[in-house]
């Protein structure tokens, strides 16, 4: 069973302060997807990371896949009260299908004002 | 706004009961799959359907069943309900072919007592 393990897994922060996610699995990912869900939703897709190093930037997210494809971070910087959900990332192995994905457990942030 | 409507958006059965939740796919998409997600969980892989075929299962028992419809729209069956099976219910479409983006819906929030 391939598992991803996603760190911290609450996260409570005061408006303005950045803070890091992680995301890591044993097995190499063919690629990786982070999803923001918030109460009452379903998960919407932020960003998708295929190639190893690669960094994506969404406006003050920053998404980094790393370099062996085993793990993936996402950085917020002056988080604000809008950032506030859980963060899920999901990953689709070599030899499977990117529609089968298998999501981590989540991070909840909470952006206090 | 997906585009991915899922109905009943809330449900309530008795143990031993039997469900159908509902999924109309965003206009253009070909391929549906269903996710549950337990509370505090990531959303788990149930199956999912390509041109009315299941195309893939996650580890759940035969009890859970579903169909695609010519019109791409999907049904999720759950058979025999148990204690366990209370939890919100993701329907997401994508477009085989045309990436790996998954849209989902809202969910059904199913509670078995």
């Known amino acids: 069973t391939q598992l991803l393990e996603q760190s911290p897994q609450f996260l409570s922060i005061q408006e303005g302060e950045n803070l890091t996610v992680y995301c890591n699995s044993s097995s190499v990912f063919s690629s990786l997807q982070w999803y923001r869900q918030e109460p009452g939703e379903g998960p919407v897709l932020l960003v998708t990371v295929v190639t190893g190093g690669e960094v994506k930037k969404l406006k003050r997210l920053t998404f980094q896949f790393g370099d062996a494809r085993k793990d993936s971070s996402l950085h917020i910087t002056a988080a604000q009260p809008g950032d506030t959900g859980l963060y899920l990332c999901?990953?689709?192995?070599?030899?499977?299908?990117?529609?089968?994905?298998?999501f981590g457990k989540g991070t909840l942030l909470t952006v206090n004002p | 706004e997906t585009g991915v409507t899922q109905s009943p958006t809330h449900l309530i059965k008795t143990r031993g009961q039997q469900v159908t939740l509902r999924c109309s796919s965003q206009s253009g998409h070909n391929t549906v799959s269903w996710y549950q997600q337990a509370l505090g969980q990531g959303p788990q892989f149930i199956f999912q359907?390509?041109?009315?075929?299941?195309?893939g299962r996650g580890n759940f028992p035969p009890r859970f069943s579903g169909l695609q419809f010519p019109n791409y729209s999907s049904e999720l069956n759950v058979n025999a309900l148990e204690l366990d099976d209370s939890a919100l219910y993701l329907c997401?479409?994508?477009?085989?072919?045309?990436?790996?983006?998954?849209?989902f819906g809202s969910g059904t929030q199913l509670s078995v007592l």
């Open positions: 359907y390509y041109r009315e075929e299941e195309n």
């Open positions: 997401a479409s994508s477009s085989r072919g045309r990436g790996e983006k998954l849209f």
């Open positions: 999901a990953g689709a192995w070599s030899g499977g299908s990117n529609y089968k994905l298998t």
